[in-house]
């Protein structure tokens, strides 16, 4: 027996083919997830908004089609705002945005870091009648 077939040198052992379609459909079938570095910047806010005393609680979902961060003043409410990541909105307006509590876009945007500053301004909330 040689070492050749052995260390994978010209066999076929050392190539692995995956078609294209199944690549493609086993991505699509994962759920939009925030990166560390952007959920490192999400946090960042959130914890000096909870030093600050305006939000208490977070959520996060990652559904096949966005990543939502979702925050509250209390766990039982809906939410005060959410951070939301939608690729399909990438090369328009922007993949990130924050929605108030009424589904209005306080602001959108192709930088996380800039969309997230909607919060350096101190907001407050406004009840519509």
Not at 36 to 57: P, T
Request: with cysteine; aromatic share 6%; glycine share 6%.
């Amino acid at each position: 027996m040689s070492n050749r077939a052995n260390s994978g040198e010209g066999g076929e052992e050392s190539a692995i083919l995956i078609p294209l379609q199944e690549a493609r459909r086993e991505r699509q079938t994962m759920p939009v997830c925030f990166d560390r570095r952007e959920l490192d910047q999400i946090l960042k806010v959130y914890g000096r908004m909870v030093a600050a005393n305006e939000w208490r609680d977070y959520a996060i979902d990652h559904l096949a089609d966005r990543a939502v961060f979702s925050v509250f003043r209390r766990t039982s409410e809906t939410p005060l705002y959410q951070i939301v990541k939608d690729p399909k909105l990438a090369r328009k307006q922007g993949a990130f945005s924050v929605v108030a509590m009424g589904g209005l876009i306080l602001k959108r945007g192709h930088e996380l870091a800039r969309v997230l500053g909607v919060f350096d301004n101190k907001l407050k909330l406004v009840r519509q009648a």
